[in-house]
C-alpha cells in the first residue's frame, strides 16, 4: 500500500508539469493581449506597453513559464491580473460554492442512479426496464445548459417554487443554502444519473448471471438481499469507477452550470478569468483542477481495497 502511495504521488508531478506547459503555451498562442484588456479601449500603445512590461509579459516565453514554475514550486500560484489579489486567495474565495455544488449533486447522482440501475437490472428485457433506459438515454444526451434553462423556467418562473440563480452560504443557514442548490445540482445529477444508471444496470445484470447468485438463489435468499449483498456488492467496482471519473467531468459541468444559476464559485471565476485574459489566473485555476482530478482517481483507487478483498496494490 505505501509503495503504491509513493508511485502514485511521484507520478503527479510530471503530470501537474505536463498540464502547466500546455496550459500556459495555449495561453500565449490565443489571440488576445491581457494588457489590452485592462487598459481599456481608449488606452494608448504606450500605456499598454507599459502594462506589458509592469506584467512582465515582454519577456520571452521561456522566462515567464520558468518564473512562474519557481513560483508554483514554492506553493505560490502567482498574482491575479484583473483581481490584484492572489491566485491561492480567489481560489480559497470560491472553494466553498463550488464543493457545495459538486458534492450534493453527487450525493442526489448516486441517490438515482445506483437503485435505478439496480431495478433495470432485475427487470431486465421488460418495461421497466426499457423504461429506466430510455429516460437515461435522453439524460444524457441533453446538454447541461438546455436542462438548466428547462429547469429555471419550469420551477423558478412558472411555479415560483425556487430561486433561478444566486448562492448562499453555509454560514447563513443551511436552509438557504440547499435552497439555492436545488436547480442546479439537480441539473447536473440528471445527466451524471443517466451514465452511472446504465453502467450500474450493465454491472448488476452481469453479476445475477454467476454461478453464486443461482447458489444464493437456491437457497432460498430473498430477492431484494440478493442484489444487494450479492450482485450489486459484486458489481461495486465498475461503479466505483464511473462515480470517479463523473466526479472529475464535474469539473466541466460546473462552469457551465455555474455560469447559467449565476452562482459565485470558480466555474464562474474560470469564465471571468478567461474573458479578462487573465493568465495566472487561469494557469492557477486549472492547475488546482487537475489536482483534485488525480485525488479523486487516487481515491477511487484505493476505494477498491473496501469493495473487492481479492485487489491488492
Not at 242 to 262: D, K, M, N, P, R
Not at 273 to 299: C, E, H, K, M, W
Request: with cysteine; aromatic share 8%.
Amino acid at each position: 500500500m505505501l509503495n503504491f502511495l509513493l508511485r502514485r504521488g511521484l507520478a503527479t508531478a510530471p503530470v501537474l508539469l505536463i498540464v502547466a506547459v500546455i496550459v500556459f503555451l495555449l495561453l500565449r498562442m490565443t489571440p488576445g493581449d491581457p494588457a489590452a484588456a485592462i487598459a481599456g479601449d481608449a488606452a494608448s500603445v504606450q500605456d499598454i506597453e507599459r502594462i506589458r512590461t509592469q506584467l512582465g509579459l515582454n519577456a520571452s516565453i521561456l522566462s515567464q513559464f520558468a518564473s512562474w514554475l519557481g513560483q508554483v514550486v514554492r506553493g505560490d500560484l502567482g498574482y491575479s491580473f484583473f483581481y490584484k489579489m492572489s491566485v491561492s486567495d480567489l481560489i480559497a474565495q470560491r472553494l466553498e460554492p463550488t464543493l457545495s455544488v459538486a458534492a450534493l449533486t453527487m450525493v442526489l447522482t448516486v441517490l438515482i442512479a445506483v437503485p435505478l440501475g439496480v431495478l433495470a437490472a432485475a427487470r431486465r428485457g421488460g418495461r421497466l426496464d426499457r423504461l429506466i433506459m430510455s429516460a437515461s438515454v435522453l439524460g444524457f444526451s441533453v446538454p447541461v445548459f438546455v436542462a438548466g434553462y428547462v429547469m429555471i423556467w419550469v420551477f423558478s418562473m412558472q411555479l415560483g417554487w425556487l430561486p433561478s440563480q444566486g448562492y448562499s452560504r453555509i454560514a447563513d443557514g443551511i436552509g438557504p443554502w440547499l435552497r439555492n442548490l436545488v436547480l442546479p445540482c439537480t441539473t447536473l445529477a440528471l445527466m451524471y444519473a443517466a451514465l452511472i444508471a446504465r453502467v450500474t444496470r450493465a454491472a448488476v445484470s452481469e453479476a445475477l448471471t454467476e454461478d453464486y447468485v443461482r447458489t444464493a438463489r437456491a437457497k432460498g435468499i430473498s430477492e431484494r438481499r440478493m442484489l444487494v449483498r450479492h450482485a450489486l456488492a459484486n458489481a461495486a467496482v465498475p461503479i466505483a469507477t464511473v462515480i470517479g471519473l463523473s466526479v472529475a467531468g464535474l469539473i466541466g459541468g460546473v462552469v457551465v452550470t455555474e455560469t447559467i444559476f449565476a452562482i459565485p464559485g470558480l466555474g464562474q471565476l474560470t469564465v471571468d478569468a478567461v474573458l479578462s485574459r487573465d493568465y495566472p489566473l487561469i494557469q492557477g485555476i486549472t492547475l488546482f483542477f487537475s489536482l483534485v482530478y488525480v485525488v479523486v482517481n487516487l481515491l477511487v483507487d484505493l476505494s477498491y481495497l473496501l469493495l473487492d478483498p481479492r485487489i491488492r496494490y
